[in-house]
Nanobody, 115 residues
């Protein structure tokens, strides 16, 4: 059973930064795509950032210029560097690793932006 273990969430003041990590128990050499999603209370899960085939990187408009997605294939780890955080970024953040045909999700890590 493949597991994705997330870390790096927490409480941060507006304007602050956090780096989320998602470590997989399966290597990333044959991965199809990787992504970060988030879900705020009472809202649907939404895409934050993704690395798609061809190493194309996509960001939600709301996070462009503030968030950076990256990966370390040797460590089987996906990252999300978040800067200039806003209260509306408060949510549970999930990582998603897609292989063909399997799809794996992390357990979620809480990010709270509050003064």
């Amino acid at each position: 059973q493949v597991q994705l273990v997330e870390s790096g969430g927490g409480v941060v003041q507006p304007g602050g930064s956090l780096r989320l990590s998602c470590a997989a128990t399966r290597n990333m050499f044959d991965i199809y795509s990787e992504a970060w999603y988030r879900q705020a209370p009472g809202r649907v899960r939404e895409l934050v950032a993704a690395i798609t085939p061809g190493d194309n990187i996509n960001y939600a408009d709301a996070v462009k210029g503030r968030f950076t997605i990256s990966r370390d294939i040797a460590k089987n780890t996906l990252y999300l560097q978040m800067s200039a955080l806003k209260p509306e970024n408060t949510a549970v953040y999930f990582c998603d690793f897609r292989y063909v045909p399997d799809d794996y999700w992390g357990q979620g890590t809480q990010v709270t932006v509050s003064s």
